[in-house]
């Protein structure tokens, strides 16, 4: 456990968990752009990582040497509060058998993916790593982050007891291509691209976030995160999770702004107090990811005209 972390072999077969999804393919780019020559991935449809069987006969027959589990069933506060028991159940199957698998054929290297929501909805900001567990969850998404924590312990357990240089990072809130722009599912950053590009197209006079707008919210660029995670799995070797963010955050009313300016929409922004804010704010401390030498690179205005590219370019509009 004490030995110093070292720099990834770039031959080593590294297998990617959800290398299709917002997070998962990300990572997948920024490996292929640094030389890994063996990257592995499965559909959902050929591997189903809720499947104890399936999960179990997929690691025996490839032999990972590194995972990232980056698999979940996410969305956004909706959908987070319409159905908490596939939040809960499908990501504690994910994580239960990705990891018990990787366990079984000894894994030497792991990073698993979280969430800041984790942490108590009412936490001193910035958040701590520390602060885990020492409060309520935000209930419009408590089934989702109790399933991530869990995620957390087992990590934690795993290196206590087979000595696994296993670890576990929380990001905040996430955004880039191939994000989910459907406006029943998605996060927030890709509704209200969604909804400001539609009502740009439709000359609509006003366009009403739900909520009061003045929740505050720290929004990470998946290729940022992408470059954290293995810069983590080169440089961190600790039980505890550690935060990846950008240490600032906006306002919901302030980022609905910057999307209306960046998708050319000129009408009215408007709030609808009688839907809920979620949690007030929720602002990652990282510091201890910046004493590790890393710090994201790209800001917020440019990254959501890059998306809103990416969601022209790739004809989400229609969908």
């Known amino acids: 456990m004490g030995e110093k972390v070292s720099r990834l072999d770039r031959n080593a077969r590294v297998y990617v968990a959800g290398h299709r999804g917002l997070v998962g393919s990300a990572i997948w780019r920024r490996l292929q752009a640094e030389g890994f ?3 592995i991935g499965a559909t959902s449809s050929e591997v189903d990582l809720r499947d104890r069987d399936q999960t179990f006969a997929y690691f025996a027959e490839h032999r990972p040497q590194v995972v990232i589990d980056a698999a979940a069933k996410v969305g956004g506060i909706l959908a987070n509060r319409d159905h908490p ?20 054929a000894r894994v030497p290297r792991l990073l698993f993916l979280g969430s800041s929501c984790i942490y108590p909805k009412f936490a001193e900001q910035p ?18 982050a109790i399933a991530k924590i869990a995620g957390i312990m087992q990590v ?68 940022d995160l ?51 804010d979620g949690t007030p704010r929720k602002l990652l401390d990282v510091s201890k990811l910046g004493a590790l030498g890393w710090k994201p690179g790209i800001d917020l205005e440019e990254g ?14 229609d969908r």
């Open 37 to 39: 020559t063996d990257l």
């Open 156 to 223: 934690q357990a795993v290196r206590r007891q087979y000595g696994l240089r296993w670890i576990s990072a929380m990001p905040t809130n996430l955004y880039g291509p191939n994000d989910n722009f459907d406006l029943t599912s998605s996060h927030v950053m890709p509704a209200l691209i969604r909804r400001f590009h539609d009502a740009a197209r439709s000359n609509a006079g006003e366009v009403v976030l739900w909520g009061t707008g003045t929740p505050l919210r720290e929004f990470l660029h998946v290729d």
């Open 304 to 317: 959501v005209a890059s998306v809103y590219a990416w969601y022209l370019a790739n004809g989400r509009e």
């Open 127 to 144: 958040i701590k790593e520390s602060s885990l567990l020492t409060g309520e969850l935000e209930p419009t998404n408590d089934a989702y």
């Open 226 to 276: 992408a470059d954290a995670s293995l810069h983590l799995l080169e440089h961190y070797d600790e039980p505890g999770p550690i935060n990846v963010g950008v240490g600032s955050d906006v306002s919901i009313r302030d980022l609905a702004g910057i999307i209306a300016k960046v998708v050319g929409y000129t009408g009215a922004i408007g709030t609808d107090p009688s839907k809920p």
């Open 85 to 104: 028991t596939e939040f809960l159940s499908d990501n504690l199957r994910i994580q239960v058998n990705l990891m018990d698998a990787a366990l079984d």
